[in-house]
């Protein structure tokens, strides 16, 4: 029962910390999801759909639909590959432009969602979470 409790409790808290995320990202017109996304592309460079998909660890559809959503907002953008069918998705100069104020809602968000836990704390966790596959 204890493994049920746990993971239980786990999935609760990672909803609530998204619900307070998407809170604070409505200032920007994002969510947490597209937040998740241009992170990944600002800290790794242009992806394809594909890369972003097994990166995230969701299906086809989903990344699609964010990233088509996102490509409408203006904060990322298309691009051809060598393959026809091969799509490479890149952050537009907009939202490289306007990543470090995002993340910088971001960082306070994670403060206040950290603030009970101690560096060390923090540390452990990081480490626990590392071996869940």
Same mark, same amino acid.
């Given at each position: 029962?204890? @493994?049920?409790? %746990?993971?239980? %409790? $786990? @999935?609760?808290? =990672?909803?609530?910390? *998204?619900?307070?995320?998407?809170?604070?990202?409505? +200032?920007h017109g994002l969510y947490n999801?597209?937040?998740?996304?241009?992170?990944?592309?600002?800290? @790794?460079?242009?992806?394809?759909?594909?890369?972003?998909? *097994?990166?995230?660890? #969701? *299906?086809?559809? !989903?990344?699609?639909? !964010? =990233?088509?959503?996102?490509?409408?907002?203006?904060? #990322?953008?298309? =691009?051809?590959?060598?393959?026809?069918?091969?799509?490479?998705? +890149? %952050? !537009?100069?907009?939202?490289?432009?306007?990543? &470090?104020?995002? +993340?910088? !809602?971001?960082?306070?968000?994670?403060?206040?969602?950290?603030? @009970? %836990?101690?560096?060390?704390?923090?540390?452990?966790?990081? +480490?626990?979470? $590392? &071996?869940?596959?």
């Open positions: 029962m204890l @493994n049920q409790d %746990l993971l239980h %409790l $786990l @999935n609760q808290r =990672v909803r609530y910390i *998204n619900k307070k995320l998407n809170e604070r990202l409505q +200032e999801s597209q937040c998740s996304i241009m992170y990944y592309l600002y800290k @790794n460079g242009t992806k394809t759909q594909k890369e972003i998909m *097994n990166y995230f660890h #969701v *299906n086809a559809p !989903t990344i699609t639909r !964010t =990233v088509k959503r996102m490509e409408e907002n203006g904060w #990322v953008s298309r =691009v051809e590959g060598q393959d026809r069918r091969e799509r490479y998705i +890149e %952050l !537009t100069k907009e939202a490289k432009e306007k990543y &470090k104020e995002i +993340e910088n !809602t971001v960082s306070i968000h994670d403060e206040e969602i950290l603030i @009970n %836990l101690s560096e060390k704390e923090k540390e452990a966790l990081f +480490e626990m979470l $590392l &071996k869940i596959e």
